[in-house]
């Protein structure tokens, strides 16, 4: 009988061993799951995050073809003569152009403020200055429009510049 005592000793140490490795894999094998699982939410969430990016740039791409024919189109309209402007041909290239920024901004595309607002060099191409004695610089006139998605710049505003003192 001592000697059954001694197996059953030894076996609920060996048990007990064995339990403990077994707790440890557990233990091993759930933090590895959760390991992977935060990759794969990291890897998913790198996708999209490029997925947008490259949507993003190819969309100012494509409308940054766009834009010199609506310049166009802005600068015919500033030369209308007088005794056309209620013309009907007139009117209808005017909501060519509405339909035009309608588009854009549908796409999320904003015309970047020019005219009366303080010149911003990253919003903003100075092409002329008039003024030599202000300390802060007010757009007076836009030369041609800038555009933006969100913060990323597409073309800057080309615009003339006036100093002043005070705003």
Do not use: C, W
Request: glycine residues 4%; neutral net charge; proline residues 4%.
């Amino acid at each position: 009988m001592p000697e059954n005592k001694k197996n059953i000793k030894s076996n609920k140490v060996n048990n007990s061993v064995k339990n403990d490795q077994l707790k440890n894999q557990i233990e091993e094998l759930t933090q590895a799951l959760k390991q992977e699982r935060a990759d794969a939410i990291n890897i998913r969430r790198r996708m999209e995050d490029e997925r947008l990016k490259s949507a993003s740039y190819y969309k100012a791409s494509i409308i940054t073809s766009f834009l010199p024919v609506i310049d166009n189109f802005d600068r015919a309209l500033k030369h209308v003569p007088l005794e056309l402007k209620d013309n009907s041909y007139i009117r209808g290239i005017e909501g060519i152009v509405k339909q035009f920024e309608d588009v854009l901004s549908s796409l999320g595309i904003q015309k970047i403020p020019t005219v009366d607002h303080e010149f911003n060099p990253v919003l903003h191409e100075a092409v002329a200055v008039d003024g030599e004695d202000g300390q802060i610089e007010i757009i007076s006139e836009e030369l041609q429009a800038g555009y933006k998605i969100d913060d990323t710049v597409i073309r800057p505003a080309m615009v003339k510049v006036k100093k002043v003192n005070k705003l």
